[in-house]
């Protein structure tokens, strides 16, 4: 690690504020971050922590009915929050790493990282969700951008998510050996109007929509729905961890599972 | 009930005490006044030839001390290899130089080219950063055979070739097992990898050097499974210090399964900074460093041919085995590949004849040594895996084809035909308890259990042998060992009765301090207590060999009754002085001598106290004071065995493996503590189960390590693992050692890993997936799905 100030704001306009400093970048749970710098990979001159505004954390329900997510919120919390009104996302969280990062990471420091194994990707573009940030709202579909890349500018951070509760939902989750972050996973979410499912871990692009299943699934939202479909090899991540063919072959089981346990 | 102490009783460790309340005292935890820090320039290439070095800029900076490069340690030797191995030529093989710090050319990603040293961690880091490494990069070698192909390029110009030897054992009986392979019924051959693995001991490696000026004393304190053998490797072949002016130190020290056995560059140049800097000197790996230098573990790519009988009657083994030495030879690297991997292909078995081909090869790749086994895993999963195939292409029983070529109870002591002589054991007896504990007879109904749930279940079973109790020293003397393996015990009794027993073995997690103290307290009939267990420090031990190859017990523990047996000898002289009786009346037993058959008694404490205070003491016919000191050579290794079986499930849709259940029946011969030896065995089957199922080191084309972290080398973790059925009750004790004892460390990682391999092409071929008959480990949901497939 190099040497770096560390600041801890108690209002989202301090933290912006802070955040216009040179080389300055925001801190949640640190599960990521942390260990970039601590491998010199990451630099920072400012460290802005998040976790000391209250505006930023905790879970409320909208008027519409919206599940509201501060970007300050712990994996743990979710996982306890949302299990009564949105089980679906909070049996994702509560599969995130273990009980130390759960009660670290948040969800804001997630979709920001953008990790193309993460599972909250899954769960906001699956979902429909919307990033709400210090300037502006934007819809899942347009936040993810590429592996690590999202449409976030610099020094924008995202202060709230927003899901609309589905009808029925379920995240089914293949965890890579070592990481065990999501070798592949996907995230199906059952609405009046259609069905959405999100694919993460599996392609070179990042978290993407799987258009053909949610096609099928939104004839017959059934397990064998899934059956007949298959996805190409082409662009999906090939590591030592799986090949491509393995990936495309977890994306239809694991959307499978996750019909069947959505029903 | 079981024994509440002494020899048998499942007594609590004591040292969990201080390990489980942080009170544990590692060699990181020492700090010394005025300690600087190193950190070490590590090559980021798997190859090339060094340029030029410039410390200009690290020198001038912050806090800086010293920036050290090979040109500082041009008096100074290279660290030396413990075992020369002769090949089938009869030439020596080759043998490079491992400088401190690289000498013209770096030969891994992670060798140490510089070395900073700085007032603080921070300000090493910092330096080291800022050294300038001019490297021309060469084309690294990584597979074994690329390596082996005419024209590739050398990972040491200067031995001219990158096989280390081809050796082959027993090269006389070549000709006839080629014969009996030509005239055999059935032939079954197998080709398998055994999977490169990074050791990950809980706690890094770490050194602290310190000098005394005035006295010109040396001190290393380090994460060693043997001081005494580091302080006479480097001290006599590196930096040339005598003994008595270099003492090493290893506290507490978090695990070592091996890797902690071998003198790596980093403690010689703690030793040296520190003279030449006159500060004491520290360096702690990082995790990272730890994945990149610390020596690895197995690495063979094998071809095995097992030659049968049509009813299933073993008649030759031949292999031919390309094993991976890394970059440099690490200390008993040579040894492992071929004596301790050769002698062990008989197995449990009677095979009349084999023969066993080994090349050992240089690559681009950190060191591979002695790992949790090592050579007996390598050994035992190819043999068990053959017999596996061999009795599928035969359509007989597995567990009939291993009975059927058992070395039955009354054949012992039995002469293998590699060389060694198992003085005793029972393998269908540890058979018939697994079968009842792992309830085999259960399989069938549970299989139909799992398949209605959509899984494929399968039930894998092998047998194990190991050579431990290293060693004889005059057989390994002949094998090409440069050190003795025999062990020491120095037992000094106290005043007051109290006893410190220095050992030369180390204890690094096997629990030593509780077991060794419970033999001690047997035989004299005193409580635990009363037994301190000294080791670590070579200031106040005897020179031992330490510890590895589940030898502690069998040579260390041996070495201590020796001792002992002198103190009771002695005690028992004194003990009659005082009774007024003759020496050969004296009995001792609870802790008190009597006159047989009388009851005139003195207690233990009188006696020692008498021993110290000699004011009625036969002084005309022995000396004061209670001290006496054994050296143990063992006569023979020792042959633990036994017989396990596992249980998986294999997710057909996604390759996925659960381990269900895993049972396994051994014979370690006498038990000090059982509680300890199920431990052992629960450690050594979880990394077994690890090596078989998760863990496994890649190398990329360019000899960058991919499995650098724990994000993609996956370690075993308790979820992944079932509850374990053990048992030992089928003990054939050693015959040649006092305590009766075999050792139990490295049993459950020797013996596992076919068990899980076995059970998983069980599940596939049950399963209609009859293509499928062998997968490399680790067998990864990838590798299953994938080989599903063809
Ligand atoms: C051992 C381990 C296992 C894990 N397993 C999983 C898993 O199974 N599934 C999974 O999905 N993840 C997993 N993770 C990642 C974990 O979920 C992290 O919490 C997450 O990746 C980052 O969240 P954080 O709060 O720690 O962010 P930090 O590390 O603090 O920050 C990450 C990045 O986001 C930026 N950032 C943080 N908050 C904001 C914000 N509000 N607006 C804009 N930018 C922001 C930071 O500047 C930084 O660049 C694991 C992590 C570890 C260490």
């Not at chain 2, 920036?67 to 413990?82: I, M, N, R, W, Y």
């Not at chain 2, 000898?569 to 009597?594: N, T």
């Amino acid at each position: 690690m190099y040497n770096f100030d560390f600041v801890k704001p108690t209002t989202l306009q301090d933290a912006i504020a802070a955040l216009s400093r040179d080389e300055a970048m925001p801190l949640a749970g640190g599960q990521t971050l942390i260990p970039s710098m601590k491998q010199r990979l990451a630099a920072p001159s400012v460290l802005v922590s998040l976790t000391g505004i209250p505006e930023l954390k905790g879970v409320c329900r909208a008027d519409d009915g919206a599940v509201c997510i501060g970007a300050a919120t712990t994996h743990a919390e979710i996982a306890r929050e949302t299990a009564a009104i949105y089980p679906a996302i909070a049996a994702l969280a509560g599969g995130i790493g273990d009980p130390a990062v759960r009660n670290r990471g948040t969800i804001g420091g997630s979709l920001a990282n953008n990790d193309p194994s993460a599972c909250w990707p899954a769960g906001v573009l699956g979902s429909g969700a919307t990033i709400v940030t210090n300037t502006r709202q934007i819809a899942a579909d347009d936040f993810f951008q590429g592996m690590f890349t999202t449409a976030l500018e610099p020094g924008e951070i995202i202060t709230e998510i927003r899901f609309p509760v589905p009808e029925a939902a379920a995240y089914a989750k293949f965890e890579q050996p070592a990481s065990r972050f999501a070798l592949t996973g996907a995230f199906v979410a059952k609405f009046a109007d259609g069905v959405r499912v999100a694919i993460t871990g599996a392609s070179e692009g990042g978290v993407f929509r799987w258009r053909e299943a949610e096609e099928a699934l939104g004839a017959s939202f059934s397990p064998e729905a899934v059956d007949g479909l298959s996805v190409s090899a082409d662009g999906m991540i090939g590591d030592l961890h799986g090949t491509p063919e393995y990936r495309a072959n977890l994306v239809r089981v694991m959307t499978r599972r996750a019909v069947a346990r959505a029903q | 009930m079981p024994k509440d102490h002494g020899i048998g009783a499942p007594m609590k460790r004591r040292e969990d005490v201080r390990f489980l309340t942080g009170k544990g005292r590692y060699t990181d935890d020492i700090n010394l006044p005025g300690q600087a820090y190193a950190v070490f320039v590590r090559s980021q290439v798997a190859h090339g030839r060094i340029r030029k070095i410039d410390t200009a800029e690290a020198e001038a900076m912050p806090g800086v001390l010293k920036v050290f490069t090979s040109a500082d340690f041009a008096d100074k030797g290279g660290v030396p290899c413990g075992w020369l191995v002769t090949g089938r030529d009869g030439q020596p093989m080759r043998e490079p130089k491992h400088p401190i710090l690289a000498e013209g050319k770096v030969r891994y990603v992670g060798d140490a080219i510089a070395a900073v040293v700085a007032e603080t961690p921070e300000q090493a880091r910092d330096a080291a950063e800022a050294v300038i490494v001019d490297i021309e990069e060469l084309p690294a070698v990584i597979d074994m055979k690329a390596a082996l192909a005419e024209g590739a390029p050398l990972v040491h110009d200067d031995l001219g070739s990158n096989l280390c030897y081809d050796w082959g054992f027993v090269e006389e009986n070549r000709a006839a097992v080629d014969e009996a392979f030509a005239k055999a019924d059935h032939v079954t051959t197998l080709e398998l990898v055994n999977n490169r693995l990074v050791p990950n001991a809980m706690e890094p490696r770490c050194a602290v050097g310190d000098y005394n000026v005035a006295t010109g004393d040396h001190t290393l304190y380090t994460t060693s499974q043997n001081p005494h053998v580091i302080r006479l490797l480097m001290g006599a072949f590196v930096l040339s210090i005598p003994e008595h002016k270099l003492r090493v130190v290893a506290p507490d020290v978090g695990g070592g399964f091996g890797s902690k056995i071998f003198h790596y560059v980093e403690e010689a140049f703690v030793t040296q900074a520190a003279k030449v800097l006159g500060r004491p000197v520290k360096w702690t790996a990082t995790r990272s460093e730890a994945f990149m230098t610390d020596a690895h573990g197995r690495d063979h790519v094998t071809r095995i041919e097992l030659a049968l009988s049509k009813d299933g009657e073993f008649q030759a083994i031949r292999t031919e085995t390309h094993a991976n030495m890394g970059a440099y030879l690490s200390t008993f690297a040579p040894s492992i590949p071929t004596w301790l991997h050769g002698t062990l292909m008989a197995g449990n078995y009677r095979t009349p004849l084999i023969y066993v081909n080994v090349k050992a090869v240089f690559t681009n790749t950190v060191p591979v040594d002695a790992y949790r086994g090592a050579g007996r895993p390598e050994a035992t999963y190819q043999l068990e895996r053959v017999i596996d195939k061999a009795a599928r292409e035969l359509g007989i029983d597995p567990i009939e084809i291993r009975r059927k070529n058992f070395i039955k109870p009354d054949q012992f002591p039995y002469q293998t035909p590699v060389a060694v002589v198992y003085d005793t054991g029972n393998y269908d007896a540890t058979m018939d308890k697994l079968i009842e504990i792992a309830d085999i007879a259960g399989f069938e109904k549970r299989r139909e259990e799992s398949a209605k749930r959509g899984l494929l279940r399968g039930l894998g079973v092998n047998c194990y042998i190991e050579a431990c109790g290293i060693a004889p020293s005059n057989l390994v003397g002949q094998l090409g060992a440069r050190a003795g393996l025999y062990e020491s015990a120095t037992v000094r009794v106290n005043a007051t009765g109290g006893l410190v027993v220095m050992t030369g073995s180390h204890s690094h997690g096997q629990g030593h301090e509780t077991s060794f103290a419970q033999v001690v307290a047997d035989m004299i009939g005193i409580p635990e207590d009363m037994v301190e267990i000294v080791h670590g420090d070579t200031a106040n031990t005897p020179m031992g060999m330490g510890t590895y190859g589940s030898r502690s017990l069998a040579v260390g523990g041996s070495a201590i009754v020796r001792a002992t047996q002198k103190i009771i000898a002695k005690a028992k002289k004194i003990a009659a002085h005082l009774l007024e009786a003759s020496e050969a009346d004296i009995e001792l037993k609870d802790g008190k001598f009597s006159v047989a058959g009388t009851d005139r008694s003195v207690a233990w404490g009188d006696v020692c106290l008498a021993a110290y205070v000699p004011h009625n003491y036969p002084l005309e016919e022995i000396e004061p004071g209670l001290e006496e000191t054994a050296f143990y050579d063992p006569s023979n290794f020792t042959y633990p065995a036994g017989a396990y079986a596992c249980e998986v499930e294999v997710d057909p849709e996604t390759g996925k493996v659960t381990v269900c259940s895993f049972a396994a029946a051994d014979d370690f011969g006498n038990v000090v503590n059982p509680m300890i030896v199920e431990g052992q065995v629960h450690g050594g089957l979880a990394q077994g189960i690890g090596q078989a199922l998760l863990e496994g080191a890649v190398y990329d084309e360019n000899g960058q390590l991919l499995t650098g972290s724990f994000m993609d080398y996956a370690m075993p973790r308790a979820d992944d693992l079932p509850f374990f059925k053990v048992d030992h009750s089928c003990a054939t004790p050693c015959t040649h050692n006092p305590l009766g004892v075999k050792g139990c460390g490295e049993a459950g990682a020797i013996g596992s890993p076919p068990a899980v391999v076995n059970a998983v092409i069980d599940a596939l071929q049950r399963g209609g997936y009859t293509h499928v008959t062998h997968i490399d480990m680790p067998l990864t949901p990838a590798r299953v799905w994938a080989a599903m497939q063809r």
